[in-house]
């Protein structure tokens, strides 16, 4: 069965430092894609950043980046240049693979403070 | 820039009421679909939609829920009597018929079951 962890429950960093967090997943799919997500306070849930088992590279969406280690199943959100605005919860989450229609299962989340 | 859209925001009701959860996903969107999250829970995985049939449904989609997208742009979340236990954030997210697609969510219900 497909499972997504998250060990940190919370952390901090300071303004402006560059901060990790970690995810790793359990599946058995040789195609899948890997998703971080932003949530805010008020609730809703942003797309940050998606990394395919099959890309090479890292991805990158500004100050996103996803180190991704496929061996040991791993897919850790960096930002760098942490801002105030970062202070959030941030899930991890996998799409299954070939065959589901793109259902997403998700982490249960590091709460983020930056700390000024 | 487009974005699914939800309704009511916040809906008070008594237990064993029926509430609808109504969304407007992004209108090119092929796939549809319900999470929930229970306060400080992690966001769980209730029914994906696609070519106006359920395509997938978890184990907490229970015989109490019901989907339906009566129109070519509303997709609605039907729970005939609500519980205590349902009380929780409802999101509504869509994504588009490409592989790698993210999904993508609208700003929540927050349903309370008094």
């Known amino acids: 069965a497909q499972k997504i962890t998250q060990t940190q429950p919370g952390m901090f960093v300071q303004e402006k430092e560059a901060v990790t967090l970690d995810c790793t997943y359990d599946?058995?799919?040789?195609?899948?894609?890997l998703f971080w997500y932003k949530q805010p306070s008020s609730g809703e849930m942003i797309f940050l950043i998606y990394?395919?088992?099959?890309?090479?590279q890292n991805a990158t969406e500004g100050r996103y980046s996803l180190n991704f280690q496929k061996a040991r199943k791993s897919a850790n959100l960096v930002i760098s240049a942490s801002q105030l605005g970062d202070s959030a919860m941030y899930f991890c989450?996998?799409?299954?693979?070939?065959?589901?229609?793109?259902?997403?299962?998700f982490g249960k989340g590091t709460k983020l403070s930056v700390k000024p | 820039e487009p974005e699914v859209t939800q309704t009511p925001s916040h809906q008070v009701t008594q237990m064993g009421q029926e509430v609808i959860l109504r969304c407007v996903p992004i209108?090119?969107?092929?796939?549809f679909y319900w999470y929930r999250q229970i306060l400080g829970q992690k966001v769980e995985f209730l029914v994906s939609?696609?070519?106006?049939?359920?395509?997938?449904k978890s184990e907490i989609f229970d015989d109490q829920f019901s989907v339906e997208r009566p129109d070519g742009s509303n997709f609605t979340l039907k729970i005939r009597s609500t519980k205590l236990e349902d009380s929780a954030m409802y999101f509504c997210?869509?994504?588009?018929?490409?592989?790698?697609?993210?999904?993508?969510f609208g700003e929540g219900s927050r349903l309370t079951v008094l």
């Open positions: 209108s090119n969107h092929l796939y």
């Open positions: 990394q395919g088992s099959y890309d090479e």
């Open positions: 939609f696609y070519n106006n049939e359920i395509s997938e």
């Open positions: 599946t058995s799919d040789q195609s899948y894609g």
């Open positions: 997210a869509s994504r588009d018929g490409t592989n790698t697609g993210e999904l993508f």
């Open positions: 989450a996998m799409r299954k693979g070939r065959g589901s229609q793109g259902n997403l299962i």
